[in-house]
């Protein structure tokens, strides 16, 4: 199946390669969607001829489910569609994230349509017909086949989801899914409802039912996260720091912020660099910093610039007594920035410091404390100042 999704993929897709494009990105839905809207109509019809010929509320209730499916797969047509316009005055980091509101709305969909069919098959079950046994094996034959196909269309959503790492083409093959298992429970009321129990065929659509809703539940969640505003993938952290450590004079990378629109990425960071060098030379490697990670990411970035003093005679000296000091504990998970000045009779000391998720505003408060305490301990004539990373910036 693999095979034949690339070869389609080669022959339909013009710069198949270039995924993080938004047209490129656009025609993979395109492409996912017509594919699903087609097989989920001759479906459809399939199942609801059958279901009517037999007049099984389970074989009904599975038809609907495709037929959702036919639904939501235009939403995802409109929101791809919708996704590749590029940005304008209203919309200046573009339309990108359009593609989770159309997973958003397929979610919701799926959710009501599963609480209706969840009402049907109850009704079934306290008033269970004669007729489910008119069911025969001929039918069960015919949605087999349905089965198949159905299973070869959510395996083709899943790999063109995962050559373009979208979660509304993921989104697509959980529809396609549960429908193959909502099939196999109707399969599974066929043979029941032929030993005389006629109330299986309403368990049956309860079961299909509560796929939906679930499955509906699933993907909302999947589509709320990147809305909301989402952890980046740590891979992405990485590629940021390797990209900005590739700059001569740049020393450690931390503060790492990222908003994510769809494929454009908006990232903010600050490099480390040594306090003696000129500002102008600075100024040079973080705009380096910036062309290489845009170049790398897409989109844009900004860089702020922390001077080191490392060449201050106690710097080393203060560096290995918050090190040793923070070690054992499980709270700080590291510290960054250490800048160190001399002032009349004090010695200015800052430095950041990254700490467990768990950690609540009133420990961050104690922590601090601590480490004031611990260090003005060694060095009395220090002006200490520590400022905790926030929770929405990372450092690798």
Known sequence: ???????????????????????????YGSLEAW??????????????????????????????????????????LIGFKIAKRPSDREHPFGHGRMEYIATLIVSILLIVAGFELFKTALAKILHPSIENTKLTWTVGLILFGTVVIKEIMARFARELATMIKSKTLEADFWHHRSDVLSTILVLVAILLSRFGYLYIDGVAGLGVAMIVMYSGYAIAREAI?????????????DEIKSTAM??????????????????????????????????????????????????????????????LSKNHPRYQEIHDLIEKIIEPNEQILSFHDLRINDEKQKINVS????????????????????????????FPQAQVTIKPEPPYAYTR
């Not at 990254?354 to 003005?376: G, P, R, S, W, Y």
Request: charged share 20%; net charge negative; aromatic share 4%.
């Open 1 to 27: 199946m693999k095979t034949l999704t690339q070869w389609l993929v080669r022959k339909l897709i013009p710069g198949y390669r270039d995924v993080d494009n938004i047209k490129v990105r656009a025609r």
């Open 35 to 76: 594919t699903s809207i087609l097989g989920n109509l001759i479906l459809f019809a399939i199942k609801l001829a059958l279901g009517l010929s037999v007049q099984s509320v389970a074989i009904i209730a599975d038809a609907i489910h495709t037929l959702s499916d036919t639904g939501t797969s235009i939403v995802i």
């Open 225 to 237: 996260s990147p809305l909301l505003g989402e952890k980046p993938d740590p891979k992405i952290l």
């Open 246 to 307: 590739q700059v001569p004079g740049v020393m450690g990378v931390h503060d790492v912020i990222v908003h994510r629109y769809g494929q454009v990425n908006l990232v903010s960071l600050h490099i480390e660099v040594s306090d003696a060098e000129p500002i102008a030379k600075l100024h040079d490697s973080s705009e380096l910093v910036e062309e290489k990670i845009e170049k790398k990411l897409g989109g844009y970035a900004v860089v702020h610039i922390d001077p």
């Open 351 to 378: 430095f950041d410091i990254t700490v467990n998720q768990n950690v609540d505003e009133q420990q961050v408060a104690v922590i601090k404390q601590k480490l004031c305490n611990q260090i003005t301990e060694k």
